[in-house]
């Protein structure tokens, strides 16, 4: 076995989602400051912040290439506003769209049919799109004033959930 090579792992727990670019981590990060947080909450770190369009969860990683073609999908671009933020059951701070636009819609649905036609899982709960800010944080306090996050939607990523702390994601594919 080569010891330059990190092993690979059997299973690797897959995510697709909206990777944002600097300019909206910045303005991301402008958001989250507003917030009131509180000791023990954990919050995400700018480079973790993206809104996931589909959970793929744990897959055996001979399927990672099928999936990988099979999200190649062409994407219209787009702007989305994140304009509310909100305290979800478990103590999740999130920030929130509250009209998503119909071309996020559309990218949502023909994923989850490319995703479904591989035979995976898919989320039966209706999709709302939203960056987690923290985790832990049932008596955060939301801003009451701050600009909503204007984010171009250039791109999706097709997303490893390493385990690890730093880095938690790693963009395995990028598509335009």
Do not use: N
């Amino acid at each position: 076995m080569d010891s330059d090579k990190p092993p690979v792992a059997s299973r690797q727990r897959l995510f697709l989602a909206l990777w944002p670019d600097d300019g909206v981590r910045r303005q991301l990060a402008a958001h989250a400051e507003r917030w009131r947080w509180p000791a023990g909450c954990m919050r995400y770190a700018p480079q973790d912040w993206h809104a996931t369009l589909h959970f793929i969860g744990d897959v055996a990683s001979e399927k990672v290439q099928s999936i990988a073609t099979a999200a190649a999908l062409p994407l219209q671009p787009f702007g989305l506003v994140f304009d509310q933020p909100r305290l979800w059951p478990r103590g999740l701070a999130v920030l929130c769209a509250s009209e998503p636009p119909a071309a996020l819609i559309r990218l949502h649905e023909a994923l989850g049919q490319a995703l479904g036609a591989l035979d995976l899982a898919l989320d039966p709960r209706p999709y709302v799109p939203h960056v987690t800010l923290a985790r832990r944080a049932e008596a955060a306090i939301a801003p009451r004033v701050f600009a909503p996050v204007q984010w171009p939607v250039q791109c999706f990523a097709l997303v490893l959930s390493t385990g690890l702390k730093a880095p938690r994601y790693r963009v395995l594919r990028q598509y335009r």
